[in-house]
């Protein structure tokens, strides 16, 4: 077996595995601690406040969008850029198609490809940065944040070595850390992509019985 | 110092809210963009999520669902320590209000606040309380006020308003459709609220008393992060009221009371109350908008309106002050920002009763006075007695001039004779 | 684009397509026919061979050609009537040869001048006492842009250097295959990452513009011995040296960026000789680049103590403002940032962002 064989076949099934079923894990360990009942009369539905916390938060309001102006940019750059990378870049929707299933599926152009890897690029450089040179993150970054940022620049990087799909070598050092990063996930800070809808959401619906959101 | 009981109580507080809180925060920072502390000295500290570090190694290290497989290979955080109680301790009392501010610009929508809360909980478990909090509620649990006014004071304080308006104010009377209770703010400096009160439900025709036994409505233990005192305070409240058999009772202009009563009280006695609770807000606006309260002519001095956080960000009551200054006020001007994105005065959640916190309280009060200063109003109405409190000693402090006035007591002027 | 431009370009497309393939089938029939030709001609030296008509001899006829010889075409685009490009071979020979020796060789120098100033001269120490006071040195986003073109400078520093030197460093190491396949990465990667270089590059340049003019001062604080001296010579918010690694920045980084341009884009110059002279250029630049960046990364995070304080934290100590930077700081001192904490600094910092 390859090495090219060995991380996109029996690495990438283990890798897949951890990514689901420890994020599956940690979403039911999380919700199985569960809440009391709320014994105070509602003013409105904690239903529909957990539902518009979901899509409020995507934009900071209330006179924040300016001060976090810079935040904002970088944050919405790289998630943008990854997500079209990810989901709409050629090489990824093939592997996905032979790997896992044959949905038809749209694909950039590789122009496109090109420009939204820069976009994330630059979006993830940007918050690195910014991690390693405000006062407050500084104060406030740890490990995991950090370990978290370059796992996920490397794949990226290896990604976009390997854009020209001609040496195998490089296919398969991308494959390793695309393994190596859903191993870690599940452990980490990178499971914000999932419990982001829980905490908005009890957040929603404890403010929402109170007839706000905030 | 016990530390053990400071880690078993925040593990005991960590329910799916907090857990999905704690491990969907991104270290981001941008909540120290939303705190008046962290704006005003700068100290990097105070930003908000620094405040949750104690909850979230608790977190990450014992109830994480998969603590157990990352301890293993060493990827959980070290056990709190008693130094580190020691140092939170400032940053969880002293330098935040609990005004909740930071939520709003949280892309992860945590309530950051309501953290800061559990870890307060842990906190008193642990004993590591400012003395300004202790004190105040020892004098709550032995004379029924934070302030220490016993009931023969309030009787004397009452009866003097009864005098000056000519109206006559039963205490403790059963049957009535409303009791109100007080802030300790309220009675010991802005009594005339009572007086307005007095003149207000007369005009509506309201049939109200107030407690001798329950008269207080300031609840120290919900500001200190203590259920025990807190459970003792509410129930004071309820017996009183049921003793009393009213329909309601009126939560005062102060902000944690409002919480402590309606939000969180229930939970606390463990069952619904056999009355209502009405905001003062609301029931003002109630009788306004069925004509009850006629009244003659406006304010013509430039007003704007200082939100108090638990009533409005986190109370919900939004546009009633707003409709209120509507009918008495010509030349109403709102600050930016405003309602559930409000700066708060500096002195909520406790601030105001710790002595520790006195200095950062009124480097706090600098972004409340920018708000101020860009819009710059004759007369800044409120509904809260703390935030009153706080920001007239603050506004002194920074030699401004400018009178800080109840929204009640505002109206009671304007009612018809 | 217009009908009539669009046109144009198409015609453009196509003459190049007509070049590419005719000097595709042209040297697959060269090297086809050469040894068959080889074979059956007598290369006897002197004779004219073959049938050749008129007086030049096929030998000479393809020598020419293989000099760079011009001859005609009937299609529009002259450049086909030249079939070998005889300049591909003296930029192959640069390229091979003095370009990467002595872009090696002032990289070295670099390195070892460093390398052997840190262990003769070792840290240059504050020499007063921390005093606890700072003064706001770089803003928030001077920050923030400083280390994005700062990280994107590594990523292309490093990617470049394996293009250029790989074949004589790695290679004997690795082998073929594998610089092979590193050199294909590091391509990449710099290709894709060298536009937004050049976005990040731009807006620095614009940001720190202000306080980089050279000045009255600048000179006297060289002549006085730059930092060498015991007692350091005051200077401005920049010493000449610093300010000189910006105008330095600004006119290499700007030639690499358009040379880069064309690189990646070879229709924008549409001119091999063009495309040989930016590369040439590209690679001499980003060598004087990188060989002054080991300077100025050695300065400001290990050479000079509590210097990577500003582009860390924002703020440097007074002692070190006094020290290093005498006119600047006192300025600073006397204009309101009397600052006495590191959390004002933070708040300075802040307030110079938002406005």
């Given at each position: 077996m390859s090495f090219l064989e060995f991380v996109e076949g029996p690495l990438w099934y283990v890798a897949a595995a951890v990514f689901l079923i420890g994020a599956l894990w940690k979403v039911v360990g999380i919700l199985r601690l569960g809440r009391k009942a709320d014994l105070s009369i509602p003013?409105?539905?904690?239903?529909?406040?957990?539902?518009?916390?979901?899509?409020?938060?995507?934009?900071?309001?209330?006179?924040?969008?300016?001060?976090?102006?810079?935040?904002?940019?970088?944050?919405?750059?790289?998630?943008?850029?990854?997500?079209?990378?990810?989901?709409?870049?050629?090489?990824?929707?093939?592997?996905?198609?032979?790997?896992?299933?044959a949905l038809p599926w749209v694909t950039m152009p590789y122009w496109g490809f090109v420009v939204a890897a820069q976009v994330a690029f630059a979006g993830l450089i940007l918050l690195w940065v910014r991690r390693i040179s405000d006062p407050v993150m500084i104060k406030i970054s740890d490990k995991d944040d950090h370990i978290g940022s370059w796992l996920t620049f490397l794949v990226m990087l290896s990604g976009c070595m390997a854009l020209q799909e001609s040496v195998v070598a490089l296919r398969a050092t991308h494959m390793l850390l695309v393994d190596m990063w859903l191993i870690y996930f599940p452990f980490s800070r990178l499971m914000h992509a999932v419990t982001f809808m829980f905490s908005r959401g009890y957040t929603g619906a404890f403010f929402g019985r109170r007839g706000i959101v905030p | 110092m016990n530390v053990s009981a400071a880690i078993e109580t925040m593990v005991s507080n960590i329910d799916a809210s907090a857990a999905s809180y704690l491990d969907a925060c991104v270290h981001c920072g941008q909540c120290a963009e939303a705190c008046h502390f962290y704006e005003n000295t700068g100290d990097v500290r105070f930003a908000p999520v620094y405040k949750l570090d104690l909850m979230r190694r608790v977190y990450k290290r014992h109830k994480d669902p998969l603590a157990g497989l990352k301890k293993l290979v060493g990827l959980v955080p070290k056990e709190l320590?008693?130094?580190?109680?020691?140092?939170?301790?400032?940053?969880?009392?002293?330098?935040?209000?609990?005004?909740?501010?930071?939520?709003?610009?949280?892309?992860?929508?945590?309530?950051?606040?309501?953290?800061?809360?559990?870890?307060?909980?842990?906190?008193?478990?642990?004993?590591?309380?400012p003395e300004g909090l202790t004190g105040a509620a020892e004098r709550a649990l032995e004379t029924g006020s934070p302030l220490g006014i016993k009931p023969e004071t309030f009787r004397k304080i009452v009866a003097e308003q009864a005098e000056e308006t000519g109206i006559a104010i039963e205490l403790d009377k059963p049957g009535v459709d409303y009791m109100v209770i007080l802030s300790a703010m309220e009675i010991l400096n802005f009594y005339e609220v009572i007086g307005a009160l007095a003149k207000i439900f007369k005009k509506a025709g309201v049939t109200w008393t107030m407690s001798t036994k329950a008269y207080e409505a300031t609840n120290v233990g919900i500001q200190m992060g203590d259920k025990a005192v807190a459970k003792t305070l509410v129930s004071r409240v309820v017996e009183a009221a049921e003793e009393l058999g009213v329909k309601y009772v009126v939560s005062p202009e102060c902000g944690h009371a409002y919480s402590a009563l309606n939000w969180e009280g229930p939970n606390l006695v463990g069952r619904s109350y056999k009355f209502q609770v009405i905001h003062i807000l609301e029931l003002l606006e109630q009788l306004r908008v069925e004509g009850r309260i006629p009244t003659k002519g406006k304010d013509s001095r430039r007003l704007t309106f200082h939100d108090p956080c638990q009533i409005v960000r986190r109370g919900g009551i939004v546009e009633e002050p707003r409709n209120i200054l509507g009918q008495i006020a010509d030349n109403f001007v709102e600050m930016s920002p405003n309602k559930e994105a409000n700066i708060c005065c500096g002195g909520g959640g406790g601030v105001s009763s710790n002595s520790n916190?006195?200095?950062?309280?009124?480097?706090?009060?600098?972004?409340?006075?920018?708000q101020l200063d860009?819009?710059?109003?004759?007369?800044?109405?409120?509904a809260c007695g703390n935030c009153r409190n706080v920001m007239e000693e603050a506004i002194d402090t920074y030699e401004m001039t400018m009178p800080v006035l109840s929204i009640t007591e505002l109206l009671a002027e304007y009612i018809e004779d | 684009m217009t009908s009539r431009g669009l046109t144009r370009f198409l015609q453009k497309?196509?003459?190049?397509?007509?070049?590419?393939?005719?000097?595709?089938?042209g040297m697959t029939g060269i090297a086809l026919n050469a040894p068959a030709f080889a074979q059956t001609q007598d290369p006897a030296a002197g004779s004219v061979p073959g049938d050749t008509k008129g007086s030049t001899s096929d030998s000479d006829f393809w020598r020419s050609i293989s000099q760079g010889e011009r001859g005609k075409v009937s299609i529009p685009d002259q450049k086909a009537a030249v079939m070998i490009n005889r300049s591909g071979e003296d930029w192959r020979l640069v390229r091979m040869g003095p370009l990467p020796l002595w872009g090696g060789v002032l990289i070295?120098?670099?390195?070892?001048?460093?390398?052997?100033?840190?262990?003769?001269?070792?840290?240059?120490?504050?020499?007063?006492?921390?005093?606890?006071?700072?003064?706001?040195?770089?803003?928030?986003?001077?920050?923030?842009?400083?280390?994005?073109?700062?990280?994107?400078?590594?990523?292309?520093g490093l990617t470049g250097l394996v293009i250029l030197f790989g074949r004589f460093l790695l290679k004997p190491v690795l082998g073929a295959d594998a610089l092979g396949a590193i050199a294909n990465a590091g391509l990449q990667a710099h290709n894709l990452l060298g536009p937004i270089f050049i976005v990040a590059m731009t807006i620095m340049l614009v940001m720190y513009f202000k306080d980089n003019f050279y000045q009255k001062g600048d000179f006297t604080w060289a002549f006085k011995g730059a930092f060498f001296s015991k007692n350091h010579p005051p200077s401005w918010k920049y010493n000449l040296g610093e300010k000189s690694w910006y105008w330095l920045i600004a006119f290499a980084g700007t030639a690499i960026a358009v040379s880069g341009v064309f690189l990646i884009f070879p229709t924008v110059l549409d001119d091999v000789r063009g495309m040989q002279l930016s590369h040439i250029v590209h690679a001499i630049c980003a060598i004087v680049l990188i060989a002054a960046s080991l300077g100025h990364i050695y300065l400001g995070v290990w050479g000079v103590e509590g210097a990577v304080d500003g582009m860390t934290l924002g703020y440097v100590d007074e002692t070190w403002g006094l020290e290093h930077h005498r006119w600047w700081a006192e300025e600073e001192i006397k204009k309101n940032h009397a600052v006495k904490s590191a959390s004002e600094a933070v708040l300075a910092a802040k307030k110079e962002t938002s406005t």
């Open positions: 003013r409105a539905s904690a239903t529909a406040g957990a539902v518009r916390s979901q899509f409020l938060h995507f934009v900071p309001h209330g006179g924040f969008p300016f001060r976090t102006i810079y935040h904002l940019t970088a944050g919405y750059m790289f998630h943008i850029g990854l997500f079209l990378v990810l989901l709409f870049g050629a090489p990824h929707v093939i592997f996905a198609q032979n790997n896992i299933y | 320590t008693q130094t580190d109680l020691d140092e939170w301790s400032e940053l969880i009392y002293d330098s935040c209000t609990l005004c909740g501010r930071c939520t709003i610009v949280c892309p992860m929508g945590i309530d950051i606040a309501g953290l800061v809360r559990k870890t307060r909980e842990g906190m008193v478990a642990a004993g590591v309380v916190a006195e200095k950062l309280r009124l480097l706090a009060f600098g972004s409340k006075k920018r860009e819009v710059k109003p004759d007369a800044m109405v409120t | 497309l196509g003459c190049a397509g007509v070049i590419v393939l005719g000097v595709w089938f070295g120098i670099s390195l070892v001048g460093i390398l052997g100033f840190a262990l003769l001269h070792g840290k240059f120490k504050m020499h007063g006492q921390r005093t606890g006071r700072v003064i706001p040195r770089f803003s928030q986003a001077e920050r923030w842009v400083h280390w994005f073109v700062a990280s994107l400078f590594i990523l292309l």
